[in-house]
């Protein structure tokens, strides 16, 4: 239906549709025997011969532009995976033009058209694609099979329908209306294109940066991070596949800088949809109001930018659950979620019972390549990370405040390994305390027991962040205390857990202070951002005279 202009009419003109109710995708186990084991292992061992070259997509065309830049396995750097067209400012000037072009059908077609090509994106997703999927992102960003599930098969397929389940409700939203009127509010999509730039480390956010906003009826320019790249053209295509039209989501790898001054510099930006660093979303902050007065709109701007995310545990703690709370939230996929634990605050007395099992179970983690199941963790992203953590790991050696317990070992001869390491600090508000690192590298300071209230106030004040956090207690009295304290300190709070695994439609995820701007991915939160409301009144017996009743 290229070209076509779409009229509500053409879409069950007597129905009201009514969307399938989502559900959470189930996460496969990936055991020894299951059909999906096998799956997995004979698409990665099929991926990784292979050596694809990844286009740009600008209104449905592959541009081969012959700048190229390798892909590789973080966890085998000699192993190139693919290689990836770069664009140029040109390229996405030719990206805007073609979102442009595309708004003007794809923001009138029936909300209800845009959906399905969503739910069908899930349902590919989550049946023939998923093996596809869950190898890219195994082989190009080094995850596990556990973590490659958990976020490229089960959070994406969750961001698709739910968002859908979310925008149902959102159009459903409407006003009262007075006796002789019809008030409306019309869900507009924004006057413009959304510039969407997305991290290397979810494959999930990949795919919903640019689908939430083209949901609502938005174009979309997509930059995705090179270091993603294999995973991010599985999900484009995947779109494609499921009947998305050309332009309304265009596809343009390629350098951050130059790209995102390009896309600055059109007065018809009309939003960033970003995940990212902190330092990167002030710059687009700072540059935006620079121009503010060239843009036909004010465009929104909503960001995830990361974090310095805690556990805070009490006397009453479980012990075991401490433990496994501080290796699953600090060392899953490396430490390179944003939500990771990089902060814990122990008591004394329950620091001298865990502390020999913790370091015990830090130091035993099985690391290695992520085709080989058994390994708990795969390497860190690039070069730059594990020269970042190398340096890192080696001044806190020779800090006197610090104490390096476990790990504190970096092999870069086959891939970029950083092994988990634990540090314990005799300074809360110590550079470890305060920084994001984006590794496997957890720093704990211990706590006299009698000092709760006072700690809870040192992680309150410690990190300019507001991301992610978790207090592990069970005495009620300690949980209500740090729910108080603890308020504005992170935007998704966990009480006796770790401080990841936020799922779509139950835990909203987003934080404040340096965190972003805290709009709810995974909620209608989200999707308002990307709608314009126009309210809309219909009187339906116009008044004849201008005279009021008291004028009589």
Not at 139 to 147: C, V
Not at 151 to 171: G, K, P, Q, S, T
Not at 341 to 355: D, H, M, T
Request: with cysteine.
């Amino acid at each position: 239906m290229r070209g076509a202009c779409y009229d509500r009419a053409m879409f069950l003109p007597a129905a009201r549709p009514v969307v399938p109710r989502p559900v959470n995708e189930p996460v496969l186990s990936y055991a020894t025997g299951t059909p999906e084991r096998g799956a997995l292992l004979a698409t990665l061992n099929a991926m990784a011969r292979e050596q694809p070259e990844i286009p740009l997509v600008i209104n449905g065309e592959r541009i081969h532009t012959g700048r190229l830049v390798e892909v590789r396995m973080p966890h085998a750097h000699g192993h190139v995976l693919a290689t990836c067209h770069q664009a140029d400012a040109a390229d996405l000037v030719r990206a805007a033009d073609a979102a442009r072009a595309a708004w003007h059908d794809w923001s009138r077609t029936p909300w209800e058209a845009r959906a399905a090509i969503f739910l069908r994106a899930a349902e590919l997703l989550a049946g023939p694609r998923r093996a596809e999927i869950c190898a890219a992102t195994m082989l190009g960003q080094s995850k596990t099979a556990h973590q490659a599930e958990i976020d490229a098969a089960c959070e994406l397929a969750d961001f698709l329908r739910w968002n859908v389940h979310f925008a149902a409700r959102l159009y459903a939203e409407q006003p009262e209306s007075g006796p002789g009127m019809w008030n409306a509010v019309d869900y507009r999509p924004l006057e413009g294109f959304v510039l969407a730039v997305s991290p290397f480390n979810f494959t999930a956010i990949g795919g919903n940066l640019p689908a939430a906003p083209a949901l609502m009826g938005n174009t979309v320019v997509w930059k995705p991070s090179p270091a993603a790249a294999l995973s991010n053209w599985a999900v484009m295509r995947l779109l494609e596949e499921a009947g998305l039209p050309p332009g309304v989501i265009n596809f343009v790898p390629g350098p951050a800088e130059e790209l995102a001054g390009a896309a600055l510099a059109r007065p018809d930006l009309a939003a960033v949809h970003f995940t990212g660093s902190t330092d990167v979303f002030r710059w687009f902050w700072r540059s935006i109001g620079e121009r503010i007065a060239t843009y036909r709109t004010y465009p929104r701007l909503v960001g995830e930018t990361g974090g310095k995310d805690f556990i805070v545990a009490h006397t009453s703690a479980d012990p075991k659950a401490v433990v496994t709370a501080i290796v699953r939230g600090g060392f899953e996929y490396q430490g390179q979620k944003c939500s990771a634990a990089s902060r814990v605050y122990l008591p004394e007395s329950l620091f001298a019972k865990i502390s020999a099992e913790l370091i015990e179970t830090t130091d035993g983690i099985a690391m290695g390549d992520v085709r080989d199941l058994h390994n708990f963790m795969g390497a860190v992203i690039d070069e730059r990370a594990f020269l970042r953590h190398d340096a890192v790991i080696g001044a806190a050696k020779s800090d006197s405040r610090l104490r390096v317990l476990a790990g504190g070992h970096c092999d870069r001869s086959e891939g970029w390994f950083v092994r988990p390491t634990l540090i314990r600090t005799k300074d809360p508000r110590h550079d470890l305390m305060q920084r994001e690192l984006f590794g496997p590298v957890v720093t704990m300071f211990v706590y006299p027991d009698s000092e709760w209230e006072q700690t809870l106030r040192v992680c309150d004040e410690t990190s300019p962040y507001g991301l992610t956090g978790a207090v592990l207690a069970n005495d009620r009295r300690a949980v209500l205390r740090a729910h108080e304290v603890l308020r504005h300190a992170a935007g998704n709070f966990y009480v006796n857990d770790k401080p990841t695994g936020a799922v779509v439609g139950q835990q909203p995820f987003g934080g404040g202070r340096a965190s972003g701007t805290n709009d709810k991915s995974g909620s209608m939160l989200n999707l308002i951002r990307w709608v314009s409301p126009r309210t809309v009144k219909e009187t339906l017996s116009p008044a004849l005279d201008y005279r009021y009743p008291f004028m009589k």
